[in-house]
């Protein structure tokens, strides 16, 4: 099984970034424990701060992977863009945040992905793509 993680803006900076909000662990090395406790899963993972590249790395990855897993972050509530992306492939998303959208300021209550997601996973911290990983098992 393939997966890949795409990661959007400022999640380069958890373990530094509001660690109340999103804990005290940097992605690259919950991506390596993720690597270990699921050694029969191909993972690959990129993130970017510009809309435009998430919006490619999600195109690109049609038809290549068994299933991708968004956090699209700050782009989820106003990327129009990137919904039409996860619309337009076939290939099934997961929609993952590690905060929960809807205990926080109401513009985070919106997502263009949603509809067009496999699913949502969101406000279990980091696990939240351990549960986005179990739904393709």
Same mark, same amino acid.
């Given at each position: 099984m $393939?997966?890949? #993680? #795409?990661n959007g803006p400022n999640l380069n900076l958890l373990g530094k970034r509001e660690p109340e909000i999103y804990?005290? $662990?940097?992605?690259e090395d919950y991506f390596k424990d993720l690597q270990h406790k699921y050694p029969s899963i191909e993972f690959s993972y990129i993130q970017s701060n510009i809309e435009g590249e998430l919006i490619t790395h999600i195109q690109d990855s049609d038809d290549v992977y068994d299933g991708i897993i968004l956090n699209a972050a700050a782009y989820t509530h106003t990327s129009v863009g990137i919904g039409d992306a996860v619309a337009a492939i076939g290939t099934p998303v997961i929609e993952v945040h590690i905060s929960n959208t809807f205990t926080r300021e109401e513009f985070r209550h919106q997502s263009y992905i949603s509809k067009y997601a496999k699913g949502v996973v969101l406000g279990f911290g980091l696990q939240s793509y351990d549960l986005a990983i179990q739904s393709f098992l």
């Open positions: $393939k997966l890949r #993680i #795409i804990g005290g $662990k940097s992605f």
